[in-house]
Structures are given as C-alpha cells and as structure tokens.
C-alpha cells in the first residue's frame, strides 16, 4: 500500500492564478482531511470528507474548494491564489470511527 | 471554543531520561485526544489517543494522562531517545459526523546525546 499519496510536493504561484493539490488514499478510508499548516503553526483544517459525494467545512475553508466523487480521491482547489495561502498542506484519511489519521507528505505552496 | 493549546514551545531532554510534552484544551464535547508526532518535512504520525472516558493509557514507551477536571492533556515519553526529537501535538477530536480533529500549536523536542 503506498497510503496516501499528495501531488505536487512543491509549487510556486503567482497571485490570482488557480491549481488543484492531489490527494489519493488506496486504504479504503471512508474519512478524508485537507489540513494546512503554517510555518511553526499546528494544522488547520481546511475540509474533510466521510465519504464519496460527502464534504463539510473545517476551521478555515475560505479560498478552498474540494469534491469527493470516489473513496480514493480527495482533491483541493485553490482558485484565486493570495499570498495568504501560502502553507504546507497536508492530505489525510481515516477508517470510520478511527482516530488513527494517516498523513500525506505534504505540498508545499508558495503564492507570490 | 475550539482550541487546543500548549504550555511550551520546546523542550530539552537529556538522552534517556523521560519526557513530559503537557497540552490545556478548551472543548469539553472532545469524544478522544490525540498526540501525533511529527519530523521534519513528513507529515505527522499517530503516536497515540486516549477516549474521554480514561484518564490514562499506556503504549510503547509513551503514557497519556487525561485530566478533564483542569482540561490537561500530558504526553509522557519514557527513556528519551535520539528518534523521539520531533514536534508533538496534541489534537482533539470531535464527532460532529466525521471525525473532526483539532490540532494545537505543537511542541518541539529535542533529545541531548
């Protein structure tokens, strides 16, 4: 199992312009999670998901977009870049009614 | 509200002493508490929860204690290693539907060989 899987690790852009962080879990996990996490911060939750066709806000989900069309996939968009979301995001899932979330290595984003 | 926060930034520990990472939360509805760790540039790892039921639960190394009447959580690491250098958070989780996990500032260990 590679677990979950984030894509890109990096990307740099510029204010205005939009792009879509990946998010792919081959577990089966029924919750999925967006976290964004500042320099030196702890994770912010951004959306989360308890199943296809199912999402929900977080603690700061504005400037974010997400769908779940498939158990697997969990995809987050970013329309109109600002330099305020420049952030490591961190992709995550868990089985229902567990606590054990397990993360992504992260993506990290710079908006200038 | 929602917040969970902790009472230092860092903390250095002699190689094989113990550890004690402490966290205050403020939401009383929190179903479980978690610690996570996490090195840098991965994302962070479960280390272990307790419900809100216990006050205390043991693992490999590491012990958690729960005590809802001050609203405190405590991580306690035995026989520091060089590995367990990290930062540690603590996080609640509220069962609003799905999970909903809570994440606090963090505290960062280091380990002294």
């Known amino acids: 199992n590679a677990g979950v899987t984030q894509t890109p690790k990096f990307r740099i852009l510029k204010i205005g312009q939009s792009m879509t962080l990946q998010c792919a879990q081959d577990?089966?996990?029924?919750?999925m999670y967006w976290y964004r996490q500042d320099p030196g911060m702890g994770l912010k939750l951004i959306y989360y998901s308890v199943g296809a066709g199912i999402t929900d806000k977080g603690e700061v989900p504005n400037g974010y977009n997400v769908s779940r069309s498939t158990t697997e996939d969990f995809p987050l968009r970013l329309e109109l870049a600002a330099p305020s979301q420049t952030s490591v995001y961190f992709c995550a899932s868990t089985l229902k009614g567990s606590t054990e979330a397990f993360f992504g290595q992260g993506t990290r984003l710079t908006v200038v | 509200g929602e917040s969970v926060g902790l009472h230092l930034p860092t903390l250095s520990v002699q190689e094989g002493d113990n550890s004690i990472i402490n966290c205050a939360y403020s939401?009383?509805?929190?179903?479980?508490f978690i610690w996570y760790k996490q090195e840098s540039g991965k994302g962070p790892q479960f280390i272990i929860d307790i419900r809100s039921n216990m006050d205390k639960r043991q693992g490999q190394r590491v012990t958690v204690l729960l005590n809802k009447t001050v609203k405190h959580l405590s991580l306690q690491i035995a026989a520091t290693q060089p590995g367990d250098s990290a930062v540690y958070f603590c996080?609640?989780?509220?069962?609003?539907?799905?999970?909903?996990?809570?994440f606090g500032a963090g505290t960062r260990l280091f380990v002294k060989a």
């Open positions: 939401n009383s509805a929190s179903d479980y």
């Open positions: 996080a609640e989780n509220l069962n609003t539907g799905g999970f909903k996990t809570i």
């Open positions: 577990m089966n996990h029924n919750y």
